[in-house]
């Protein structure tokens, strides 16, 4: 039964309701859901990841849904777009019918679920996969039998032969991914973490020892 204190309000746009927990998924005996990724795939995420460096960017992921509720990734679309490094805007459209779901990159932050990946993203799409640092982090929507939706955890497998072709999807995909240009102020608060701009990059103050902050010549009216 799904736990009413686990109830979230209803998604942005797709108007489906989301709960956190249900003991019918969250049995410790129950298996953990699976996202089956062809090799092909894979390399090609990885290599746009370091195309892309510390900008985000943003895949379509096709596939199917097997009976037992896991998914296999078959390939990856990338849409028009623009991007910063902590956000992906303008998404165009893509023409095909067997999207399954999202994977998008978090660089060098980490592979991790944010607010906004949680509420727009995830309970859009039935899978969702973070590329971030070394590791991945990733996640399907289940439909429950009270009719709500729920995110749970996956574990990420690749299949299939060596592949050798990143290089050609790369050339076939970085034009239709554009960096925003933004003006940061001297100091800005998002993600949950403070930033000070250095030179154009945002540097978690956590990250700087007392010394380089204090070097840091205060410019603007504070965080924003």
């Known amino acids: 039964m ?21 003991g019918l998924v969250h049995d410790k005996d129950s298996p953990k859901p699976a996202i089956y990724m062809s090799y092909v795939v894979y390399c090609s995420i990885l290599a746009m990841c370091k195309h892309m460096g510390t900008l985000e960017w943003l895949g379509y992921l ?3 849904k097997d009976e037992e509720g ?6 990856v ?18 023409e095909t019918s067997n999207i399954i779901g999202t994977v998008h990159s978090h660089h060098n932050m980490g592979a991790f679920f ?3 990946d949680n ?3 995830g309970s859009n799409h039935e899978v969702m ?5 070394n590791t991945t982090k990733q996640q399907i929507r289940r439909h429950l039998p009270c009719g709500a939706y729920i995110s749970l955890e996956a574990d990420l497998l690749i299949f299939g032969p060596n592949y050798k072709g990143a290089a050609s999807f790369i ?24 930033y000070v701009n250095v030179g154009g990059r945002l540097i978690p103050v956590e990250k700087m020892g007392d010394s380089m902050l204090e070097n840091q010549e205060e410019l603007g009216d504070g965080w924003y």
Request: glycine content about 14%.
């Open 70 to 75: 896991n998914y296999s990734v078959t390939g």
């Open 2 to 22: 799904c736990q009413q204190q686990g109830v979230q309000q209803e998604s942005w746009s797709s108007g489906l309701t989301t709960v956190e927990t249900c």
């Open 171 to 194: 050339e076939h995909n970085k034009d239709k991914i554009k960096e925003k240009k933004i003006v940061y102020p001297r100091y800005y608060s998002g993600l949950g973490c403070n």
């Open 129 to 133: 996969v973070v590329f971030g640092g």
């Open 119 to 121: 509420h727009f993203i």
């Open 62 to 64: 096709t596939g199917k």
């Open 114 to 116: 944010s607010g906004t």
């Open 77 to 94: 679309l990338v849409p028009e777009q623009e991007v910063t490094g902590t956000s992906v805007d303008e998404i165009g459209e893509v």
